[in-house]
């Protein structure tokens, strides 16, 4: 049997909820909210539980979704929206083949000790997710669980779902992925050295590598970062660079008003809105002025953030 014994003592006799939360997106967020509220009630802490990795990139890796957040940011989102502790459960074959009944008396019973749980009318568990709400329900009364069931979100008649979010990121509508997330969609990578034509030209760029997460299409995008403590807008430059025949796929990020060296740190952008598409310009000259109303223009979309 799959042992649970990494579950640390402070988690255990909770309210919990059970769930990727890849994103950790305005649904999540919701039932996330009802989770608190019972906690409350039950008068004990939260406790969400997540996975890692995705369970698809075990049971079928060539049709892994890529991840919105990886798991730092995902646990301190999972915080920000009010949980005292995250578990994360880590996604083996084993843990993939066990029956619903299985799972919930060897880790929601025996492991979590969990007093109440909150979970979305669409959850399904168990091998070949086999069991939905109504056997939990079944199992939580007879484990004298608390369980309460949540709606669906949707927005303008389509759920909120990670799924719909990774397609809006995949087309670059970055505004409307941060409505459904809630939150602007972040970014993280090594700095690495580029070629210095950003540097050249007056725009200085952390280039970014090493991303776990979803990159977004080409663009160029509007950003903020923090850097010891000081906000920074940043232009995102995201794709291949025409002007200068450059066709690789990268992320360079040129953080306005910052003038120190970045080489080797990691660095997160918090991504807020898309500014325009990808073009070839005849020179530099006509690049730099089109990079010089880019940067006024994350400015401007950036300035409710900072």
């Known amino acids: 049997m799959l042992s649970f014994d990494f579950v640390p003592d402070s988690a255990r006799n909770g309210c919990i909820s059970i769930g990727n939360f890849d994103g950790v997106h305005r649904g999540h967020r919701i039932m996330l909210d009802s989770l608190v509220v019972l906690a409350r009630q039950v008068r004990t802490h939260t406790v969400a539980v997540t996975f890692h990795p995705h369970p698809v990139a075990v049971l079928r890796p060539d049709f892994a979704p890529p991840i919105l957040t990886d798991i730092p940011e995902r646990i301190r989102l999972l915080k920000q929206a009010g949980m005292d502790h995250v578990v994360v459960l880590p996604v083996t074959s084993e843990l993939m083949a066990m029956s ?8 929601v019973v025996n492991q979590l000790q969990a007093r109440g749980m909150t979970e979305g009318v669409n959850f399904r568990f168990g091998r070949n997710r086999l069991a939905g709400t109504s056997e939990l329900q079944q199992m939580c009364d007879a484990a004298d669980i608390r369980l309460q069931l949540t709606d669906i979100v949707t927005t303008e008649s389509f759920e909120i779902s990670s799924s719909r979010i990774r397609k809006l990121l995949v087309h670059g509508q970055i505004a409307e992925a941060c409505t459904l997330l809630g939150h602007p969609y972040t970014i993280s990578g090594v700095v690495s050295a580029g070629a210095g034509r950003g540097t050249g030209i007056g725009f200085p760029t952390a280039n970014l590598e090493r991303i776990p997460t979803l990159v977004p299409s080409a663009g160029v995008y509007a950003g903020l970062t923090t850097i010891n403590g000081t906000n920074y807008v940043v232009a995102v430059h995201i794709g291949p660079n025409p002007t200068f025949a450059d066709g690789r796929h990268k992320v360079e990020c040129h953080i306005d ?19 325009r598409t990808l073009q070839s310009f005849a020179s530099p000259a006509e690049l730099v002025a089109q990079i010089e109303v880019d940067v006024q223009s994350c400015r401007r979309i950036v300035s409710p953030y900072l």
């Open 257 to 275: 008003q910052f003038t120190g060296s970045l080489y080797g740190t990691e660095l997160s952008v918090q991504l807020i809105a898309e500014v």
């Open 100 to 107: 619903a009944r299985q799972f919930f008396d060897s880790f």
